[in-house]
């Protein structure tokens, strides 16, 4: 038994702006606790006389200091809580602080550069570094991943959270067995044998978490989350099984509603994560009192997971990540207090050993099979474990009988075997399914048929108007963007002409300085209009390589994808760590190469020590002269080139070794960068789809057609309304100019009106004035008409 207090630590988190001198300083003396010290700034507007405190002193274990790294946390905090971990005991790790102080980045790391990995996958990395090493024991890992969102749990290792909505989730409830052990139901344990699958379950529980943009935060966690790792380890031929667990907990931050001024969907989350904090603390305060006899862990479903973690059987580290700018003050000053309580709780941890179950499964069983032997020796029968064909033949014959005999107190005599009795039961039971099947199968089922023509039939019109009208968003949305690139290319082009103008006019131009009637713009030249036709090739041809990579998006939503893409602000750390990804494969395979060099000499070099003897021992018996006992010189050479490959060959084999883990680590980032985009992406589509559906100018509340009036280009592009968010995604090309495409379509008058698609004219259509472009779309509308013709929506 281990009792220890919980150990906490403190983290400043570097400032963004230039740091405020004499905001806090740290005392780390060797002889004394190091302390750190938060010295307010006298406020001028409280007048020369108050009472305020001016300074607050708070210990801990150590305080790292903005300049601090992921590998010295690691080595300092979680390093010691692993190594218990390893011997048997439980061990939690939890980061506790404010909105944007560095909790994630300490407990995840950063997804930017692989020496910004956090506690978790260095942990991981360790653990299954000194299960190698170690060959005594038998181990086993499993991993979990919870997630507390709004006070209800999550299972972040579910397969269905990607297709499925939050609420339709099944939620993990806490349940509690008479020794007020606590189980979790509906959370996962996902066995990882190596740390590349440990990796991947942890990158899987990171892409499913709750992250909003807060005004303290651009990529705030919402919730809390609990990555546990279950290890059990056995020695051979040992009866006992020791197991261990560890937490590793991201605590979401707390933030002040007055001063964030958050609202709706935000404010609900600030609200749950604040509450569940609150309770967190009354559990904190309520352990430090000696003589409090109820501790209220059933408040929230955190307190209730991590009761063994915050006072019972773990080894306990709380990490207090400080935000220490004059806005913050308050806040850390709240985050040091909370944490000098936890200090006061004191856990006793103790060895997870107990009995293998296989043995006493075991034990059982013989014990079952000694009782067995003894009852057939009171009985004088030896039964068998199930009955054969011929009693099994003759209990059926037995049950035929008794149900055919119509005397109502006759009896079925079995004998006292529970064998026979039971297997008269379930051939009972069979006989009365089999009964039942068939009645219902001979009954009438021709309504049955033909009310499931009609709902076939709407449910083929509904699909098919859906896909209308996916397919008419599509349209609009790159039209818009198509327009908005095309302005942005006018007015770049207009203001390189004006230059040029006015530079031409100081050189040789007859108009004087300031004349009002000189040139002011120029015509496109046929530069832009060989760019522009040299971009379309280029867009279609990427289209192309494109489709079998994304076979499910059409060619429109494809476009959008690839501007989206390339514009979007991870698209630079993507390439980056392509860039890194690959300079680490050539590495990796020169490496590779270098080795197998040095395994080929290696051999070379033992086959001239083996003819170098074999020469030796042939000379000695042709001229019967005794073999040297020392090597000569030759063959102390060649032993000193062997030993110098071999270190060698562990040198580069080391290196290569590492190579991999890196590599492995890159491309989990870029997985994980590739995700994040294609979600944003999804959710920008989907809202430029709606804001079509609801401020389309087209089409009328009665769902008639307008046709857009005829106007020139400049007026169109002023008409069509523009979105903040598409402007940020938007394709910087230069289209030629070219006459607006206008085709239109006729219909009868009197075409009725009821069960159709409202049909938007090509005229109607806002064509881009870039001819490749117009004749797509042209071609598309075209394709949509002959689907309304075919499917008889006229």
């Not at 002889?31 to 007048?47: H, Q």
């Not at 009964?435 to 219902?440: D, P």
């Not at 709606?690 to 005829?710: D, E, I």
Request: aromatic share 6%; hydrophobic share 35%.
């Amino acid at each position: 038994m281990v009792k220890q207090t919980i150990q906490i630590f403190a983290r400043v988190k570097p400032t963004v702006r230039k740091q405020q001198q004499g905001i806090y300083s740290i005392d780390e003396d060797e002889k004394l606790t190091p302390s750190l010290e938060i010295i307010l700034p006298r406020d001028l507007a409280d007048g020369f006389v108050n009472n305020k405190r001016e300074s607050y002193r708070f210990k801990f274990q150590r305080i790292f200091d903005q300049d601090a790294k992921q590998e010295t946390i690691f080595e300092n905090i979680a390093k010691p809580v692993a190594e218990s971990v390893l011997a048997g005991y439980n061990g939690t790790i939890f980061a506790y602080g404010q909105t944007g102080s560095g909790k994630t980045f300490t407990i995840t790391g950063g997804a930017e550069r692989y020496s910004d990995r956090g506690i978790i996958p260095r942990t991981l990395s360790y653990i299954f570094e000194q299960l190698q090493k170690d060959s005594s024991k038998i181990y086993t890992t499993h991993i979990s991943y919870l997630e507390i969102y709004n006070e209800c749990g999550y299972d972040l290792l579910d397969p269905r959270h990607e297709a499925s909505s939050l609420e339709d989730l099944p939620k993990v409830t806490v349940l509690e067995d008479p020794d007020q052990n606590i189980h979790l139901k509906n959370l996962s344990l996902h066995q990882a044998a190596t740390e590349e699958e440990a990796l991947n379950l942890l990158f899987l529980g990171d892409t499913n978490r709750m992250i909003a943009e807060t005004p303290m935060n651009q990529a705030s966690t919402r919730s809390h989350c609990i990555f546990t790792i279950h290890l059990s380890s056995k020695e051979p031929g040992s009866a006992t099984v020791r197991h261990a667990k560890l937490h590793l907990v991201d605590l979401a931050g707390s933030e002040r509603v007055a001063k964030t001024g958050v609202g709706g969907q935000l404010l609900t989350e600030a609200k749950y994560i604040n509450l569940s904090l609150h309770y967190l603390e009354q559990v904190i305060i309520a352990l430090s009192e000696k003589h409090r006899s109820h501790i209220p862990y059933r408040n929230s479903m955190m307190t209730s997971v991590l009761r063994d973690s915050l006072g019972g059987n773990c080894m306990t580290t709380m990490i207090a990540t400080l935000s220490l700018e004059k806005r913050n003050i308050d806040e850390s000053i709240s985050t040091c207090r909370f944490a000098q309580r936890v200090a006061l709780i004191k856990n006793e941890a103790v060895l997870n050993e107990e009995i293998d179950p296989k043995l006493m499964i075991i034990r059982l069983q013989k014990e079952i099979q000694e009782l067995k032997d003894e009852l057939a020796i009171v009985t004088g029968e030896q039964r068998t474990e199930a009955l054969t064909e011929a009693e099994l033949l003759q209990l059926e014959k037995l049950i035929t009988s008794f149900l055919e005999d119509q005397d109502p107190e006759s009896k079925l005599e079995v004998g006292t075997d529970m064998r026979k009795i039971h297997h008269c039961f379930h051939y009972l039971k069979k006989l009365l399914n089999d009964k039942k099947i068939h009645r219902q199968s001979t009954a009438p089922s021709e309504n049955k048929d033909q009310n499931c023509q009609e709902p076939l039939k709407e449910e083929e019109y509904k699909k098919l108007r859906d896909i209308l009208q996916q397919r008419d968003n599509e349209i609009n949305i790159l039209v818009n963007m198509l327009k908005k690139e095309k302005k942005k290319a006018q007015d770049a082009l207009h203001l390189s002409s004006v230059d040029r103008s006015q530079l031409s006019h100081g050189q040789s131009s007859p108009f004087p300085p300031g004349n009002p009637d000189g040139p002011k713009t120029l015509p496109f030249s046929a530069s832009t209009q060989a760019l522009d036709s040299s971009t379309s090739p280029y867009r279609s041809s990427l289209l192309h390589r494109k489709t079998g990579m994304r076979e499910e998006m059409s060619l429109g939503r494809q476009e959008a994808f690839e501007i989206f893409k390339r514009d979007h602000a991870d698209s630079v750390t993507i390439e980056d760590n392509k860039q890194i990804l690959k300079q680490r494969f050539a590495e990796a395979k020169a490496l590779g190469e270098s080795i197998n060099e040095a395994r080929s000499k290696i051999g070379r070099l033992k086959e001239e020590i083996t003819q170098r003897h074999v020469q030796q021992v042939a000379l000695g018996i042709s001229e019967n002269i005794p073999v040297p006992s020392m090597p000569d010189q030759l063959e102390e050479k060649l032993r000193s080139q062997l030993e110098e490959e071999k270190r060698r060959y562990k040198t580069m084999f080391a290196r290569l070794k590492a190579l991999k883990v890196e590599i492995e680590h890159l491309q989990l980032l870029m997985d994980k960068a590739k995700v994040k985009l294609q979600k944003e992406f999804e959710a920008w589509w989907a809202k430029e789809a709606t804001s079509l559906q609801v401020n389309s100018p087209a089409v009328t509340p009665s769902n008639h057609v307008k046709p857009f009036p005829q106007m020139s280009e400049a007026q169109h592009e002023r008409s069509q309304p523009l979105s903040n968010k598409s402007d940020v995604y938007a394709r910087k090309i230069l289209p030629s100019p070219g006459p607006l495409l206008h085709s239109q379509e006729q219909s009868s008058p009197g075409a009725p009106m009821e069960n159709s698609i409202p049909e938007r004219p090509v005229s109607s259509v806002p064509l881009t004035g870039d001819s490749q472009t117009d004749s797509d779309i042209l071609a598309f509308i075209k394709a949509r008409h002959n689907i309304l013709q075919r499917t008889g929506f006229q």
